[in-house]
């Protein structure tokens, strides 16, 4: 099925993928061809790959730590942890939330390199 270009709404940003289409005129069924649920997925985790790895040099420099590693995952009940080697992972779905939480949970991670438990220490 061709999607006629007018009724298709080009956007850069990948936050509420699915939002712009329904404003296009299209049904929710008519988007489930265009966007599968993979391909939402892809898009979420390219986005995070890009994103996420310079939100953490940044907090990293002004924090004064350095992690071994940063990876992206799809873990839907976490959106972020630290391993006792120092290696940070991030959910891709963290690109589905607004940009300050997303600052929250890499500078709260980053604190692990420094406090390794979720004491007052670690606040």
């Known amino acids: 099925m061709l999607i006629p270009l007018d009724k298709l709404i080009l956007f850069c940003t990948l936050c509420s993928l699915r939002t ?3 404003y296009s005129g299209l049904s929710s ?4 061809n265009i966007f599968s649920a993979d391909d939402e997925i892809k898009l979420l985790r390219k986005k995070a790959k890009e994103i996420i790895p310079l939100k953490v040099k940044h907090y990293a420099e002004i ?3 350095e992690p071994t590693s940063v990876k992206i995952n799809s873990a839907k009940k976490r959106y972020g ?43």
């Open 29 to 32: 069924d008519e988007i489930g």
């Open 63 to 65: 924090m004064q730590v």
């Open 81 to 123: 942890s630290c391993s006792g080697t120092n290696n940070l992972n991030f959910s891709l779905y963290l690109m589905d939330k607004d940009e300050r939480f997303i600052d929250y949970v890499v500078v709260h991670e980053l604190c692990h390199r420094k406090h390794m438990d979720h004491s007052l220490g670690n606040y």
């Open 20 to 22: 712009p289409l329904l």
